[in-house]
C-alpha cells in the first residue's frame, strides 16, 4: 500500500532532498552546455559559412565520446561517483574558460576564422571525452540516491530537470548572442558551470558497489555488453532511439534555415533552438503529474513515428511559425520516448551494473545525436539542406517500421 502510495505521489523524488541537489546541478549544468552547443553551431556557421562545419563539430564530440564510452562505463562502477562527477564539471569549467579566450577580439585579431574553427573543433573533441563519464554518471547517482518503487518519478523529474534546462539554454543562447556577443555569452556560461559545480559538490560520496580488480577491464566492458544484447526490452529501445536521432536530426541545420531559409537572425535561431526543447518540458510535465500508465511500449512506437512526420514538415516549411510549432511537437514527442525509454532502462538494470550499461546507452543513444548532426551536415553537403532534412525523416518512419516488426517484446511492454 505505501509502495502505491508513493507511485502516485508526483512530489515523491521531490521530497529527497539530495535529489534535489542533483537535479538544481544538473539543471544548472545542462543550461550552460545547451547555451554553449548553440553558441558553437552559430559560431562555426558563421566563421567559415559552410553548412558541413555544423557537422564536423557533431562528429568532434561524437568520435571521443564514443571511443571511451564501454570503457568509462567500467570505471564509473569501479569508482567514487561523486568524485568522477565534479572532475567531470571542472573540466567542461576548464573548456568553457578556452573558448572564451578564442572569442575575444585579442584572438580574432591575431588568428584567421578558420584556425579559430579549428580549435574549436580540438575543444569540442576533448569535452567529448569528459562527457563519456559524466553523462551516464548523473544517471547512476540518481539510482543510488531514490528507493526503486521512486524510479519512475524520479527519471520523469530528472528528465524534466534536463529538459527545463536544455530549452531555456538554447533560448537564451540565441538571445544572449544577439546581446552579448560570443564572448558576453560565454561568460554566462562559465558562471552557469561554476554554479553547478558548487551545487552537485554538496552531494554525498557514493562509493562503487564492485570491488576493484574483480574482473579485467575488459571482461567487465563484455559483461554490460552482453546484458544489454541480452535485454530485449532495453536493446530494442536503445535500438529505435538511436536511428531515429541519427535520421532525425534536423535541429542540426536549424542555423542555415534560420539564418538562409526563413531569414529570423540569431534571436529566431535562438526560438527554432528552443522549440523542440520547450515541446518536451511541456510533455514532461504533464507526464509527471499524469504517468503513462499502460501500454508504454506500443505508445514508444507512436510517438517516434510522429516525430518523424514532424521532421518531414520541418524540412518543407518556409513559414516561421510552422517551423516553430513543428519542432514544439516533435518534442513533444519525442519527450514521452526520453521518458518511457529512460524509465525501462532505471528499471530494467541492476545496481552493480549501472555505469556499464548507462554508458552503453550513453554511446548509443547520446552520441547519436553528435552523429546524427554530423550525418545531417553531410547529406545537407550531397543533397541539399532541404531534402536532407527530409530524408532524414521518411528514414526515421522506416525504422519504427521495422523496429515495430523486429522488438514484439518492446511493444508489448508495460511497467
Given at each position: ?147 526503486k518503487n521512486t524510479l519512475q518519478n524520479a527519471t520523469t523529474w530528472n528528465q524534466g530537470a534536463w529538459l527545463s534546462a536544455s530549452v531555456t539554454g538554447h533560448a537564451m543562447g540565441g538571445f544572449l548572442i544577439a546581446l552579448l556577443g560570443n564572448t558576453g555569452t560565454l561568460m554566462i556560461i562559465v558562471l552557469l558551470i561554476i554554479s553547478a559545480f558548487a551545487v552537485l559538490f554538496q552531494l554525498k560520496n557514493r562509493p562503487a558497489l564492485n ?205
Amino acid at each position: 500500500m505505501a509502495d502505491e502510495q508513493l507511485k502516485q505521489d508526483p512530489y515523491a523524488a521531490i521530497r529527497i532532498s539530495e535529489f534535489r541537489n542533483l537535479v538544481a546541478g544538473r539543471f544548472l549544468f545542462i543550461m550552460g552546455l545547451r547555451m554553449m552547443s548553440t553558441l558553437v553551431g552559430w559560431w562555426v556557421y558563421n566563421l567559415t559559412n559552410a553548412p558541413i562545419a555544423i557537422g564536423i563539430v557533431g562528429l568532434s564530440e561524437f568520435v571521443p565520446a564514443v571511443s571511451f564510452a564501454l570503457y568509462a562505463g567500467h570505471v564509473i562502477d569501479l569508482s567514487e561517483k561523486r568524485k568522477l562527477l565534479i572532475r567531470g564539471v571542472a573540466l567542461y569549467f576548464l573548456a568553457s574558460l578556452i573558448l572564451l579566450f578564442l572569442s575575444t577580439s585579442f584572438t580574432s585579431s591575431h588568428i584567421k576564422n578558420h584556425q579559430i574553427a579549428i580549435c574549436i573543433f580540438a575543444v569540442i573533441f576533448c569535452t567529448g571525452i569528459v562527457r563519456s563519464f559524466t553523462g551516464p554518471v548523473f544517471n547512476v547517482i540518481l539510482a543510488q540516491i531514490v528507493p526503486k518503487n521512486t524510479l519512475q518519478n524520479a527519471t520523469t523529474w530528472n528528465q524534466g530537470a534536463w529538459l527545463s534546462a536544455s530549452v531555456t539554454g538554447h533560448a537564451m543562447g540565441g538571445f544572449l548572442i544577439a546581446l552579448l556577443g560570443n564572448t558576453g555569452t560565454l561568460m554566462i556560461i562559465v558562471l552557469l558551470i561554476i554554479s553547478a559545480f558548487a551545487v552537485l559538490f554538496q552531494l554525498k560520496n557514493r562509493p562503487a558497489l564492485n570491488e576493484r580488480g574483480e574482473k579485467k577491464t575488459w571482461d567487465s566492458v563484455k559483461e554490460g555488453l552482453r546484458f544489454v544484447f541480452k535485454t530485449k526490452e532495453l536493446l530494442g529501445a536503445i535500438s529505435l532511439d538511436l536511428f531515429a536521432v541519427l535520421f532525425g536530426g534536423a535541429v542540426a541545420m536549424v542555423p542555415v534555415y534560420a539564418r538562409d531559409i526563413l531569414k529570423v537572425g540569431s534571436i529566431g535561431y535562438g526560438f527554432l533552438n528552443g522549440a523542440s526543447d520547450f515541446g518536451s518540458i511541456i510533455i514532461i510535465i504533464i507526464l509527471t503529474f499524469f504517468p503513462i500508465r499502460h501500454q508504454q511500449g506500443k505508445k514508444l512506437f507512436l510517438a517516434v513515428a510522429g516525430f518523424g512526420i514532424c521532421i518531414i514538415i520541418f524540412g518543407f516549411s518556409k513559414i516561421f511559425f510552422i517551423s516553430f510549432v513543428t519542432l514544439m511537437l516533435s518534442g513533444i514527442l519525442d519527450g514521452i520516448s526520453v521518458v518511457t525509454r529512460g524509465t525501462i532502462m532505471q528499471l530494467k538494470t541492476p545496481d552493480n551494473m549501472r555505469g556499464r550499461v548507462m554508458s552503453v546507452n550513453s554511446m548509443f543513444i547520446n552520441s547519436s545525436n553528435e552523429l546524427g548532426q554530423f550525418e545531417s551536415g553531410v547529406a545537407a553537403k550531397l543533397l541539399g539542406v532541404v531534402p536532407s532534412v527530409v530524408f532524414g525523416g521518411c528514414m526515421t518512419l522506416l525504422v519504427v517500421g521495422i523496429t515495430w516488426f523486429k522488438a514484439p517484446s518492446l511493444r508489448k511492454m508495460e511497467y
